[in-house]
């Protein structure tokens, strides 16, 4: 039988994943100092609820959700508040941040573990997992308790976690599936409980073969989960391409997994839901993967979230000469730093340090010779080299005509160009010119 | 302004941040190689006077590139291997027999006009290499059609007849092509010679027969396209889709007894089919980059080519039915997108 897949588009980038895929999760010691943005998720920030000069414990709430897309932020350390300020995030804004200095007692809140978790009603489980202000801890950091509440007439049958990790390096989620599956698939039982689902299934690109093995020998203690292998693909990780590929169902233009009866969760979050309605535990860490060519010693960590990305690259020995770029996240999708004085945040699955190879980026770009290669590329089926060429002349509103807004910038058709064109960044540019 | 980067400056672009190894110049010059097949077959069986008429298709190319970039302050793009493909694509459509100076003005109608005039790289509607081909038919259509018979001139054994005439062509047994003679004389008298149907299908393959200099080969043009499939350089939809077309319909319509009584091995492998079908009409810019619209336009471009070979005055039509299926190539385009994730029909 072959792997299952999605059925257009996709591109096979080296998935470098070697560096780290062998490495087990270190613990990373809470640094001196952190620095903990209130706005670590898709959404309205969070207001402050303590002040400076006050003392925190290790999981206390420091943050409050102003609305109902939104999720709450706790403190990772026990220690001092010293300051609230506003200071840069990975995507480069300034986001208002709380600055604890480390007592390195980690004295925490005490938690109270609830064994029979799974015998509770779904709104009191789905109510821990608010309080332990859990996001997509793929990246996309949307808050999960919000997922969780579909409205009535959009019924959910299907939960799938997402175990791709299609970007190429990262690695996070591969061990947490090596190291925690009972964890992970328990996270996905207490979601099948809350939504009212029989069915689960796990996605895991192949290239994670032991990760496979291990899921596939836990989920024979579990009822209504399948483990699923894929074939590996870029962007086989995006929630349209993941369902598409699992239950061969077409998520509507514009529309949300919730249409086609599905929620999808990564297994990051899936790990931190299982921990948050057992032990009321909240996300005050996550596993991050160090790696890439211009890391000393790549390592797969667990971060207390607010420490700073130098800290991270400090304890892995540092970066090689000839760094040239450092990354939040993939390298597909993630961010540029122009500095490592920006803390892990709920949504860093990945730190990576490319060295110039003459591939990471290109300053002159040539004339599209409409070689097909990203329409070929493109998983939402789109023709990327229109917009390019009409972003070039100015033509913003014409990209409507080719469905400018169901592109989810996954950036495919800029990897495949090979005139080097900024496709994707010049779709984003169109994006915001133009209105829907 | 130029900013200059401290080794310890970190470079700050957005996603994404990695890139395939192709480029536009390694697609170039990959095609180039391609074709070199081709190329030697045509020395093998036309003799060394192939490299010159090449070579000066190529040298056109690369001036008239240079030249009009130069006029135009534009930069100069020669490395990036299109105009000595272009120039490399002349070359083979050319009779061996040519005089000097029409592979040095097509090749600057084909680069300098077609190309660099539109627009340069990409912006071309036509196919350079074609319309220098059709330029130079058009304006000498004595010196364009007056075929030799291949006579092995790269001989071993007798190492100067490949040396014969390099400067000006003198002798040579003159010749019609198959298709030339389909035209004038009737399917009988392409057999003539033949004791077996099937022996001229073998000269067709290997590329014995009278024809321009890198199209008759046809197992030396399939070698080069295989390679260039495998290396997914060029997709299977438009040369598959436009030999069938000829083969279906030269079959249906190219009998004297009727319909469904014409030749379709004959006529898929004579002319410029080949050569047109894998490496002019599968040219990026002058073509759909729609797998559908691919489809089309190898449909499109094989009824012209049947049409123009059974109807119309020339014996061969592969560079008109390409050139005029290059206008619609846009509108192919436009009108058959591909489905859109999550989208349905009608919508």
Same mark, same amino acid.
């Given at each position: 039988?072959?792997?299952?897949?999605?059925?257009?588009?996709?591109?096979?980038?080296?998935?470098?994943?070697?560096?780290?895929?062998?490495?087990?999760?270190?613990?990373?010691?809470?640094?001196?100092?952190?620095?903990?943005?209130?706005?670590?998720?898709?959404?309205?920030?969070?207001?402050?609820?303590?002040?400076?000069?006050?003392?925190?414990?290790?999981?206390?709430?420091?943050?409050?959700?102003?609305?109902?897309?939104?999720?709450?932020?706790?403190?990772?350390?026990?220690?001092?508040?010293?300051?609230?300020?506003?200071?840069?995030?990975?995507?480069?804004?300034?986001?208002?941040?709380?600055?604890?200095?480390?007592?390195?007692?980690?004295?925490?809140?005490?938690?109270?573990?609830?064994?029979?978790?799974?015998?509770?009603?779904?709104?009191?489980?789905?109510?821990?997992?608010?309080?332990?202000?859990?996001?997509?801890?793929?990246?996309?950091?949307?808050?999960?308790?919000?997922?969780?509440?579909?409205?009535?007439?959009?019924?959910?049958?299907?939960?799938?976690?997402?175990?791709?990790?299609?970007?190429?390096?990262?690695?996070?989620?591969?061990?947490?599936?090596?190291?925690?599956?009972?964890?992970?698939?328990?996270?996905?039982?207490?979601?099948?409980?809350?939504?009212?689902?029989?069915?689960?299934?796990?996605?895991?690109?192949?290239?994670?073969?032991?990760?496979?093995?291990?899921?596939?020998?836990?989920?024979?203690?579990?009822?209504?989960?399948?483990?699923?292998?894929?074939?590996?693909?870029?962007?086989?990780?995006?929630?349209?391409?993941?369902?598409?590929?699992?239950?061969?169902?077409?998520?509507?233009?514009?529309?949300?997994?919730?249409?086609?009866?599905?929620?999808?969760?990564?297994?990051?979050?899936?790990?931190?839901?299982?921990?948050?309605?057992?032990?009321?535990?909240?996300?005050?860490?996550?596993?991050?993967?160090?790696?890439?060519?211009?890391?000393?010693?790549?390592?797969?960590?667990?971060?207390?979230?607010?420490?700073?990305?130098?800290?991270?690259?400090?304890?892995?020995?540092?970066?090689?000469?000839?760094?040239?770029?450092?990354?939040?996240?993939?390298?597909?999708?993630?961010?540029?730093?122009?500095?490592?004085?920006?803390?892990?945040?709920?949504?860093?699955?990945?730190?990576?340090?490319?060295?110039?190879?003459?591939?990471?980026?290109?300053?002159?770009?040539?004339?599209?010779?409409?070689?097909?290669?990203?329409?070929?590329?493109?998983?939402?089926?789109?023709?990327?080299?229109?917009?390019?060429?009409?972003?070039?002349?100015?033509?913003?509103?014409?990209?409507?005509?080719?469905?400018?807004?169901?592109?989810?910038?996954?950036?495919?058709?800029?990897?495949?160009?090979?005139?080097?064109?900024?496709?994707?960044?010049?779709?984003?540019?169109?994006?915001?010119?133009?209105?829907? | 302004?130029?900013?200059?980067?401290?080794?310890?400056?970190?470079?700050?672009?957005?996603?994404?941040?990695?890139?395939?190894?192709?480029?536009?110049?390694?697609?170039?010059?990959?095609?180039?190689?391609?074709?070199?097949?081709?190329?030697?077959?045509?020395?093998?069986?036309?003799?060394?006077?192939?490299?010159?008429?090449?070579?000066?298709?190529?040298?056109?190319?690369?001036?008239?590139?240079?030249?009009?970039?130069?006029?135009?302050?534009?930069?100069?793009?020669?490395?990036?291997?299109?105009?000595?493909?272009?120039?490399?694509?002349?070359?083979?459509?050319?009779?061996?027999?040519?005089?000097?100076?029409?592979?040095?003005?097509?090749?600057?109608?084909?680069?300098?006009?077609?190309? @660099?005039?539109? %627009?340069? #790289? =990409?912006?071309?509607?036509?196919?350079?290499? *074609? +319309? &220098?081909?059709? /330029?130079?038919?058009?304006?000498?259509?004595?010196?364009?059609?007056?075929?030799?018979?291949?006579?092995?001139?790269?001989?071993?054994?007798?190492?100067?007849?490949?040396?014969?005439?390099?400067?000006?062509?003198?002798?040579?047994?003159?010749?019609?092509?198959?298709?030339?003679?389909?035209?004038?004389?009737?399917?009988?008298?392409?057999?003539?010679?033949?004791?077996?149907?099937?022996?001229?299908?073998?000269?067709?393959?290997?590329? @014995?027969?009278? %024809?321009? #200099? =890198?199209?008759?080969?046809?197992?030396?043009? *399939? +070698? &080069?396209?295989? /390679?260039?499939?495998?290396?997914?350089?060029?997709?299977?939809?438009?040369?598959?889709?436009?030999?069938?077309?000829?083969?279906?319909?030269?079959?249906?319509?190219?009998?004297?007894?009727?319909?469904?009584?014409?030749?379709?091995?004959?006529?898929?492998?004579?002319?410029?089919?080949?050569?047109?079908?894998?490496?002019?009409?599968?040219?990026?810019?002058?073509?759909?980059?729609?797998?559908?619209?691919?489809?089309?336009?190898?449909?499109?471009?094989?009824?012209?080519?049947?049409?123009?070979?059974?109807?119309?005055?020339?014996?061969?039509?592969?560079?008109?039915?390409?050139?005029?299926?290059?206008?619609?190539?846009?509108?192919?385009?436009?009108?058959?997108?591909?489905?859109?994730?999550?989208?349905?029909?009608?919508?």
């Amino acid at each position: 039988m072959g792997l299952l897949t999605f059925s257009v588009g996709g591109i096979h980038p080296n998935d470098n994943k070697l560096y780290t895929a062998n490495l087990p999760i270190e613990n990373l010691k809470a640094p001196k100092q952190l620095v903990i943005p209130l706005s670590q998720h898709a959404g309205a920030p969070c207001k402050p609820v303590v002040e400076p000069g006050q003392r925190v414990f290790m999981y206390s709430k420091i943050g409050e959700p102003t609305a109902f897309v939104s999720a709450s932020v706790h403190s990772s350390v026990s220690g001092k508040v010293i300051e609230i300020r506003n200071h840069p995030s990975s995507t480069g804004r300034m986001v208002l941040s709380v600055v604890i200095e480390n007592d390195g007692k980690d004295e925490a809140v005490e938690l109270e573990e609830d064994e029979d978790y799974i015998n509770k009603e779904p709104d009191v489980l789905k109510e821990r997992i608010k309080q332990a202000g859990i996001v997509g801890m793929g990246g996309a950091t949307f808050p999960t308790s919000v997922k969780l509440s579909p409205p009535k007439e959009k019924p959910i049958d299907s939960i799938i976690i997402n175990g791709a990790e299609c970007e190429p390096y990262l690695t996070a989620d591969h061990r947490m599936m090596v190291e925690k599956p009972i964890e992970v698939l328990e996270g996905l039982r207490v979601l099948m409980k809350v939504l009212g689902v029989a069915n689960g299934y796990v996605g895991i690109e192949n290239n994670k073969k032991d990760a496979i093995k291990y899921m596939v020998s836990a989920c024979a203690g579990f009822e209504g989960i399948k483990v699923l292998p894929l074939k590996v693909k870029y962007p086989q990780g995006a929630e349209k391409m993941l369902i598409k590929s699992i239950l061969n169902r077409e998520v509507p233009a514009g529309g949300l997994p919730m249409d086609v009866r599905v929620v999808v969760q990564n297994v990051g979050t899936a790990y931190a839901i299982y921990e948050a309605v057992r032990y009321n535990r909240p996300v005050v860490e996550r596993v991050v993967s160090v790696t890439g060519a211009g890391i000393k010693n790549p390592k797969n960590l667990k971060v207390r979230i607010g420490t700073q990305i130098k800290d991270v690259i400090d304890y892995c020995g540092g970066v090689k000469a000839g760094v040239s770029k450092v990354i939040a996240g993939g390298p597909m999708m993630g961010f540029a730093l122009y500095s490592t004085d920006i803390p892990v945040t709920k949504g860093t699955s990945g730190i990576v340090a490319l060295v110039e190879q003459g591939l990471t980026h290109y300053e002159k770009y040539r004339a599209c010779i409409r070689c097909g290669r990203c329409i070929e590329a493109c998983p939402m089926g789109l023709m990327p080299q229109m917009f390019s060429v009409y972003v070039e002349r100015g033509f913003y509103e014409d990209c409507k005509d080719y469905n400018l807004f169901d592109c989810f910038e996954c950036g495919s058709c800029t990897y495949v160009c090979p005139a080097k064109r900024p496709i994707v960044q010049q779709i984003r540019l169109a994006k915001t010119l133009v209105k829907r | 302004m130029e900013i200059k980067r401290k080794e310890s400056d970190f470079i700050v672009t957005v996603s994404p941040h990695v890139r395939s190894v192709e480029t536009v110049p390694r697609i170039m010059w990959t095609v180039v190689v391609s074709l070199l097949p081709a190329l030697l077959c045509g020395v093998y069986f036309f003799g060394l006077r192939v490299i010159f008429v090449t070579a000066l298709c190529i040298v056109g190319a690369l001036f008239s590139e240079w030249f009009v970039e130069k006029l135009a302050g534009k930069p100069i793009t020669i490395g990036d291997g299109s105009a000595f493909l272009s120039g490399l694509l002349l070359g083979l459509t050319m009779p061996v027999t040519v005089p000097f100076y029409i592979p040095l003005i097509s090749s600057f109608i084909a680069v300098g006009i077609t190309k @660099q005039i539109f %627009g340069g #790289i =990409g912006y071309n509607i036509f196919n350079p290499a *074609l +319309i &220098g081909r059709a /330029f130079a038919l058009i304006t000498w259509p004595r010196a364009m059609t007056s075929w030799v018979e291949p006579s092995k001139m790269f001989d071993l054994n007798n190492i100067g007849a490949a040396f014969s005439n390099i400067g000006m062509w003198l002798d040579g047994k003159t010749s019609a092509t198959p298709l030339g003679i389909l035209k004038l004389e009737g399917i009988a008298k392409v057999f003539e010679p033949y004791a077996a149907k099937a022996d001229l299908y073998m000269n067709l393959l290997i590329g @014995q027969r009278a %024809g321009s #200099i =890198g199209e008759t080969s046809v197992i030396a043009i *399939l +070698i &080069g396209a295989l /390679f260039l499939m495998l290396r997914r350089y060029i997709s299977w939809h438009i040369p598959v889709s436009y030999l069938a077309t000829v083969g279906l319909f030269s079959w249906i319509l190219g009998g004297k007894e009727g319909l469904f009584t014409g030749d379709a091995l004959l006529h898929v492998l004579s002319g410029g089919l080949m050569l047109g079908a894998f490496f002019m009409a599968t040219d990026y810019v002058t073509s759909p980059s729609v797998k559908k619209g691919r489809l089309v336009f190898g449909f499109g471009c094989g009824i012209l080519t049947v049409l123009i070979r059974l109807k119309a005055g020339y014996p061969e039509g592969v560079m008109f039915a390409i050139l005029i299926m290059n206008c619609f190539a846009p509108l192919i385009d436009r009108n058959l997108k591909q489905k859109v994730f999550g989208l349905r029909k009608g919508k």
